[in-house]
């Protein structure tokens, strides 16, 4: 699969890249996630912090970052949106395609 077939989000500092798989939507390892986002009601805050807790998830450089240590699986789109961001996503909507910018939605 080629970087055109990944899809990227940008929330404030964050910067994640994922693709739909099979059994879910893949994060790929490398990419970071804001550590303190917004709003304060916050979805997908169990499933990040059980992502630190396991290591999946890990401190970054930048203080105000996490980085994914490795791949992880998401059940779907929105929840790697919501743990990316560090508050409710809209996965469909807030993913979008390396190549040429479509969002997941509309591809």
Not at 8 to 20: D, F, H, L, S, T
Not at 39 to 68: A, H, I, N, W, Y
Not at 79 to 97: E, L, T
């Amino acid at each position: 699969m080629s970087d055109a077939d990944w899809f990227v989000m940008q929330p404030e500092k964050a910067q994640a890249y994922g693709r739909p798989e099979k059994d879910g939507f893949l994060v790929r390892a490398g990419s970071t996630a804001m550590k303190d986002g917004s709003p304060k009601v916050k979805r997908d805050r169990e499933e990040r912090d059980r992502l630190l807790r396991t290591g999946v998830l890990v401190e970054d450089e930048d203080p105000t970052l996490l980085r994914f240590a490795q791949d992880h699986l998401f059940n779907s789109p929105s929840i790697a949106g919501g743990v990316v961001k560090d508050g409710n996503c809209s996965g469909p909507q807030s993913w979008r395609r390396v190549g040429d910018r479509k969002k997941l939605s509309e591809v």
